[in-house]
């Protein structure tokens, strides 16, 4: 499993994004927590959800707190 805390360098949905993806090409199960909790509004965001559910179901996957203002998520490729 990959762990990431999003909180970490400049804690932008960057992070978010590259993530999932290499969850994705890894095939390995991603816990993200603290998603962008340096921002002003920290969280999730629509552009960042938009994201993670393209890719799951792109791959099939499962995602857990994928909803708007959260600030973990569990994302499983499928």
Do not use: Y
């Not at 920290?42 to 938009?50: A, F, V």
Request: proline residues 4%; positive net charge; hydrophobic residues 40%.
């Amino acid at each position: 499993m990959i762990q990431i805390d999003g909180a970490q360098k400049s804690g932008s949905g960057t992070i978010v994004r590259f993530a999932v993806g290499l969850a994705a090409l890894l095939g390995e199960q991603l816990h993200l927590t603290n998603i962008r909790a340096k921002r002003e509004k920290p969280g999730l965001r629509p552009q960042h959800l938009k994201a993670l559910q393209a890719l799951q179901q792109i791959c099939h996957g499962s995602l857990d707190g994928g909803e708007i203002g959260s600030g973990e998520i569990w994302f499983e490729p499928g």
